[in-house]
T-cell receptor, first 113, second 116 residues
Framework: AQSVTQLDSHVSVSEGTPVLLRCNYSSSYSPSLFWYVQHPNKGLQLLLKYTSAATLVKGINGFEAEFKKSETSFHLTKPSAHMSDAAEYFCVVRNYNNNDMRFGAGTRLTVKP | DADVTQTPRNRITKTGKRIMLECSQTKGHDRMYWYRQDPGLGLRLIYY???????NKGEISDGYSVSRQAQAKFSLSLESAIPNQTALYFC???????????????FGPGTRLTVL
């Protein structure tokens, strides 16, 4: 079975500084990996996805993530945080041979002025 | 995203009551899902449906049932609600075409359910 671990439940950064949200996955097969964002009182929006093409994936709003098979990681980064990035972020893994998507517990990002 | 709608958006009910949460989509997707979100646990899959005649249990189906009335409609029922079913419930859809494992899911705005 597949699973994801988001290594930080809460990350706090200052506006204009880099963002790093960490995700490690476990999967028996070649996985598809996703990052979703949830703003307060909103649904989930896809930020980016990895589907076995390029290992560096660019998403919306300046976010990107790098798939590292040797480290079983898919960390989310952004060079410069904006106040509007404050939200909860979920790392998600889906196995190649089934439809089961497993969500991490989430990382809450706070951006300080 | 108005393509996936959920009703009601908020509901407060009492223990033992029967509750139905409804989901409709205009995306034309074959696959629909119900999740619940609890603080610190992320989203967990309750049920999913690949088409009108296909219903599957997810990770936490006990205490829930579903009905896929049409391609566009997928409802979740709590036959006898209990307080630990208090949560935020999300409906999602995805295409059922080739390469579907690579397709993301599209989420509705959520239904906040409180069981007293």
């Amino acid at each position: 079975a597949q699973s994801v671990t988001q290594l930080d439940s809460h990350v706090s950064v200052s506006e204009g500084t880099p963002v790093l949200l960490r995700c490690n996955y476990s999967s028996s097969y070649s996985p598809s990996l996703f990052w979703y964002v949830q703003h307060p009182n909103k649904g989930l929006q896809l930020l980016l996805k990895y589907t076995s093409a390029a290992t560096l994936v660019k998403g919306i709003n300046g976010f990107e993530a790098e798939f590292k098979k040797s480290e079983t990681s898919f960390h989310l980064t952004k060079p410069s945080a904006h106040m509007s990035d404050a939200a909860e972020y979920f790392c998600v893994v889906r196995n190649y041979n089934n439809n089961d998507m497993r969500f991490g517990a989430g990382t809450r990002l706070t951006v300080k002025p | 995203d108005a393509d996936v709608t959920q009703t009601p958006r908020n509901r407060i009910t009492k223990t033992g009551k029967r509750i139905m949460l409804e989901c409709s989509q205009t995306k034309g997707h074959d696959r629909m899902y119900w999740y619940r979100q609890d603080p610190g646990l992320g989203l967990r899959l309750i049920y999913y449906s690949f088409d009108v005649k296909d219903i599957n249990k997810g990770e936490i189906s006990d205490g829930y049932s579903v009905s896929r009335q049409a391609q566009a409609k997928f409802s979740l029922s709590l036959e006898s609600a209990i307080p630990n079913q208090t949560a935020l419930y999300f409906c999602a859809t995805s295409p059922g075409t080739s390469g579907s494992v690579r397709n993301e899911q599209f989420f509705g705005p959520g239904t906040r359910l409180t069981v007293l």
